[in-house]
C-alpha cells in the first residue's frame, strides 16, 4: 500500500524546512493557504473551541475541500492524527499505512464533519476529553472519537432546530 498521500511530485515548499514538515505535510499548508482565498471562514478556525462554536464558524466540509483539491480533507484530518501522536506518550500508534488507511476511512465516512469540527475533535482528544487511550492509538479508537462527536453535533443540531421551531409556533 502507498503511504504517501498523493503521488504527485513534491517540490520544496517555505513550510518543509521553517516548521520541520515532510514534503507530504508541506503540501497540505500549501492546499490550506490556497483553500483560505475560497472560504474565508478558515481563519477563524484557530479560535474555535467548542462544538457551537464550530457550528457557528460554517467552515467547509472534508467533501468540500476534496473536491476543491483532491485528497485534500484526508490529507488533513492525516495531518491532524500525526500531530495528535506527536502530542501524545503513546507507545502503540499508528503504522504510515495505517494513517493513510484512517485518513481514508474516516474522510469517506464522516464526510460531512467541517474543518472546525476536526478542530475540536483533535483538540478534545489530545485534552483527554474522549477518555483514557490505555497506551494505544488505532483506527477504532480515532473512529470512536469521530462517533462521539457527530452524535453530539446531531444532537446540538437538533436540539437547536426544536428551538427555532417552539420560536415560530410562538410568533403565530
Not at 17 to 25: E, I
Not at 133 to 157: E, M, P
Request: glycine share 4%; proline share 2%.
Amino acid at each position: 500500500m502507498e503511504s504517501n498521500y498523493s503521488t504527485a511530485k513534491h517540490t520544496p515548499s517555505k513550510y518543509t524546512s521553517y516548521l520541520g514538515l515532510t514534503p507530504d505535510q508541506a503540501d497540505l499548508v500549501d492546499t490550506i493557504q490556497s483553500l483560505r482565498k475560497s472560504w474565508e471562514s478558515i481563519e477563524q478556525i484557530p479560535n474555535v473551541r467548542t462544538l457551537e462554536q464550530a457550528i457557528a464558524v460554517n467552515t467547509p466540509t472534508i467533501a468540500q475541500v476534496n473536491k476543491a483539491k483532491e485528497a485534500a480533507g484526508r490529507q488533513l484530518i492525516g495531518l491532524h492524527i500525526i500531530q495528535l501522536v506527536n502530542a501524545l506518550n503513546v507507545a502503540n500508534t499508528l503504522t504510515s499505512d495505517q494513517l493513510v488507511q484512517a485518513a481514508r476511512l474516516l474522510s469517506d465516512e464522516y464526510w460531512y464533519l467541517t474543518l472546525a469540527d476536526l478542530k475540536v475533535i483533535f483538540t478534545n482528544a489530545m485534552l483527554g476529553k474522549y477518555g483514557e487511550l490505555y497506551n494505544r492509538l488505532d483506527v477504532q479508537v480515532i473512529s470512536g472519537w469521530f462517533a462521539q462527536y457527530s452524535l453530539a453535533r446531531t444532537n446540538a443540531h437538533e436540539h437547536k432546530s426544536n428551538q427555532l421551531h417552539e420560536q415560530n409556533k410562538e410568533k403565530r
